[in-house]
């Protein structure tokens, strides 16, 4: 891993919660300051990254990268679950200057090369990369998946609609997962994008009487977009069997589904 050089910033009070998946049993939230974000300059140009991580770093752990929508706002519930399989989720705060792709890279590149910014990153296994974006943010994180080889990006999750021009590129290697709702205006160019990527596997989840900000005000789908990124960075075979299993608390059969399709090849 390459090493820091930058000034540590001041940490915000940590935050913790409950919404556990795997063994580790506290999550803590924090944030620091990174710089060199295509955003400008002062505030802008060092931008803050929230980051999950557990609160015991007696490990080593993959990291995934979380892009919110045009809307702002922070996915604690996605996030915290996220982390609780063992997984550091930074999320980048403000979203809606410059190019949003090279934001959700920079947050895993940058951090990689300040890991002095925060404990966690330390222990981070930068080898070991997932991307995942909400909305807006989700169309954004195709964009970063087609840089797959570069930033050793493994999984991708984009949530509920968005604009889809990146999802031919990306690259057939990297597993996808589409997640939507019935009640999101935006789940058809979400299925577009499920259809039009090569990757593989390639999953598209329709959630019955799913809304746009479900991950926020339901999250029924959280454990799932979770565990599909558990399945691939850790890798954990748990996740991988309530992606791919036929039981009742499985992504296809948990919840109602208007249609949860997995395409192989």
């Not at 924090?30 to 803050?48: H, I, K, M, R, V």
């Not at 920079?106 to 909305?135: R, T």
């Not at 990146?166 to 979400?190: E, Q, W, Y």
């Not at 900000?213 to 799932?224: A, S």
Request: aromatic share 10%.
């Amino acid at each position: 891993m390459i090493s820091a050089l930058l000034f540590l910033c001041s940490l915000t009070s940590a935050a913790t919660a409950s919404f556990w998946l795997g063994d580790t049993t506290e999550i803590k939230k924090e944030a620091y300051s990174l710089p060199g974000f295509d955003c400008g300059n002062g505030d802008y140009a060092n931008g803050t990254v929230r980051i999950y991580f557990p609160s015991e770093l007696n490990d080593t752990y993959p990291i995934v990268s979380f892009l919110h929508g045009s809307g702002g706002g922070q996915f604690d519930k996605l996030c915290f679950t996220t982390a609780s399989l063992g997984i550091v989720v930074v999320a980048v705060t403000q979203g809606t200057c410059g190019d949003w792709t090279t934001q959700q890279l920079h947050a895993v590149a940058g951090s990689q090369d300040n890991q002095h910014l925060h404990p966690a990153l330390s222990h981070v296994n930068f080898e070991s990369v997932g991307v995942m974006g909400h909305s807006e943010g989700g169309a954004y994180t195709m964009g970063s998946a087609t840089h797959a080889d570069h930033y050793n990006i493994k999984a991708m999750v984009a949530s509920h609609g968005g604009s889809t021009n990146a999802a031919p590129s990306i690259p057939k290697n990297v597993p996808c997962m589409f997640a939507t709702g019935t009640s999101d205006p935006k789940r058809h160019k979400l299925y577009w994008a499920y259809d039009a990527t090569p990757a593989r596997p390639s999953i598209f989840a329709n959630l019955v009487g799913g809304a746009h900000m479900e991950p926020i005000h339901g999250g029924r789908l959280n454990e799932f977009m979770a565990h599909f990124q558990g399945c691939y960075l850790i890798p954990r075979q748990e996740s991988c069997n309530k992606i791919y299993g036929d039981g009742n608390d499985t992504l296809c059969h948990k919840n109602p589904m208007a249609d949860c399709q997995i395409r192989w090849n």
